[in-house]
C-alpha cells in the first residue's frame, strides 16, 4: 500500500502570496493532520480532519487554513505568507483506533522570501 | 498547556555503548510516542505506548512509559552508526473536548544523536 503522499515537495514564494498544500492518507485512513515543522524544532499541530470536519485545532492564525474532500485527501492553505512560514508542512495520516499512530508523509518544504 | 521536554537536546556516543534518551511531559496522557527522524527526511514512527509501565523494543531500541512519573525513556544499546538521527517523543492529547480521538500530537524538541566509531 502507498503510504502518505504530499505535494508539492519543494515551494518558493514571496511574502505576501498564497499558497496551497496537498495530502494524500493511506488508503483507509479518514483522518488527517497538519504539522508544521520549523527548521531546528519538533513539527506543531495545526489542524486534524477526520470525516471532512475540522476536529481540532492548534495555535496558529486565521491566514492557516483547510479542508477534507470527499475521498479524504486534504488541502492546507496559508494566506498572506510571512517570513517566518518557512518550515517543512507535514501531513499525517492517521487510522482512528487503538493505539492511532500517526503515519507521516514526505512533506512539503516551503520558502517564503 | 501540555509540556514536553527531552534531555539531552545533543547525544554524542560511541559505536557499542549504551544511552538513555528522556522525555518528560507535564499533564497526564496515555498516549506517547517515539519517532525517528532523518536530515531532511520526514517522521518514521518508532514505538506507540498506550498504558502505564508499557515496554516495547525493536533491535538496539527499547522504549518505556510511566505515566505516573509522566516520563519516557528511548534506550539505546550498543550503538551503531546507523541510529545516528533525532530523535522526537510525542504526547498524544484528544483534538478536542470530549472527542475520542488522539489526534493531536505534542512534540519534544528532539534529540540528536550522532554515533561515532
Known amino acids: 500500500d502507498a503510504g502518505v503522499t504530499q505535494s508539492p515537495t519543494h515551494l518558493i514564494k514571496t511574502r505576501g502570496q498564497h499558497v496551497t498544500l496537498r495530502c494524500s492518507p493511506i488508503?483507509?485512513?479518514?483522518?488527517v493532520s497538519w504539522y508544521q515543522q520549523v527548521l531546528g524544532q519538533g513539527p506543531q499541530f495545526i489542524f486534524q480532519y477526520y470525516e471532512k470536519e475540522e476536529r481540532g485545532r492548534g495555535n496558529f492564525p486565521d491566514r492557516f487554513s483547510a479542508r477534507q474532500f470527499p475521498n479524504y485527501s486534504s488541502e492546507l492553505n496559508v494566506n498572506a505568507l510571512l517570513l517566518g512560514d518557512s518550515a517543512l508542512y507535514l501531513c499525517?495520516?492517521?487510522?482512528?483506533?487503538?493505539?492511532?499512530?500517526?503515519?507521516f508523509g514526505p512533506g512539503t518544504r516551503l520558502l517564503v522570501l | 498547556e501540555l509540556k514536553v521536554e527531552q534531555n539531552p537536546l545533543f547525544l554524542s556516543m560511541q559505536e557499542g555503548k549504551n544511552y538513555t534518551i528522556y522525555c518528560n511531559y507535564s499533564?497526564?496522557?496515555?498516549?506517547l510516542y517515539w519517532y525517528r527522524q532523518d536530515p531532511g527526511k520526514s517522521l518514521e514512527s518508532l514505538f506507540v505506548?498506550?498504558?502505564?509501565?508499557a515496554v516495547k523494543q525493536e533491535g538496539r531500541l527499547m522504549a518505556s512509559l510511566d505515566t505516573k512519573a509522566r516520563l519516557s525513556t528511548l534506550h539505546i544499546t550498543a550503538a551503531v552508526h546507523d541510529l545516528s538521527a533525532t530523535y522526537f517523543c510525542a504526547v498524544g492529547s484528544l483534538s478536542f473536548a470530549g472527542g475520542t480521538s488522539y489526534g493531536k500530537l505534542t512534540f519534544g524538541q528532539g534529540t540528536i544523536l550522532t554515533v561515532h566509531p
Open positions: 499525517a495520516s492517521l487510522q482512528k483506533g487503538a493505539g492511532e499512530t500517526q503515519y
Open positions: 499533564t497526564t496522557s496515555d498516549r
Open positions: 488508503s483507509g485512513h479518514k483522518s
Open positions: 505506548l498506550l498504558s502505564n509501565g
